[in-house]
Nanobody, 124 residues
């Protein structure tokens, strides 16, 4: 059974930081791009960040640039999202996902495996 399990979410004040983790089990995703998405209440799921299978390339949504950093540890089969200078509009459920495409995919449809999500709440 393939699992992606997110952790690290929580409640934080605006301006604070959180580090999300996504641990893979059941198979390796070393040849997959890995991404982060989020879904705010009443809104559709949106792309946040993606890292290539090699870890050499990353891409972020405009609102995350300069504040968020995506990284991966192949030895631990774990994906990370360091989030700094958090804003109330960053609130939502954050999902990690794995994509077998070679490109830095930004659309949900390009991802094959999904985690269950972790809640991030940023208070003003």
């Amino acid at each position: 059974q393939v699992l992606l399990v997110e952790s690290g979410g929580g409640l934080v004040q605006a301006g604070g930081s959180l580090r999300l983790s996504c641990e893979a089990s059941g198979r390796t995703f070393s040849n997959h791009a890995m991404g982060w998405f989020r879904q705010a209440p009443g809104k559709e799921r949106e792309f946040v960040a993606v890292i290539s299978w090699s870890g050499g390339s990353t891409y972020y949504t405009d609102s995350a640039k300069g504040r968020f950093t995506v990284s991966r540890d192949e030895a631990k089969d774990t994906l990370y999202l360091q989030m700094n200078s958090l804003k109330p509009e960053d609130t939502g459920v954050y999902y990690c996902a794995a994509s077998s495409t070679m490109a830095l995919a930004t659309m949900s449809i390009d991802y094959d495996y999904w985690g269950q999500g972790t809640q991030v709440t940023v208070s003003s």
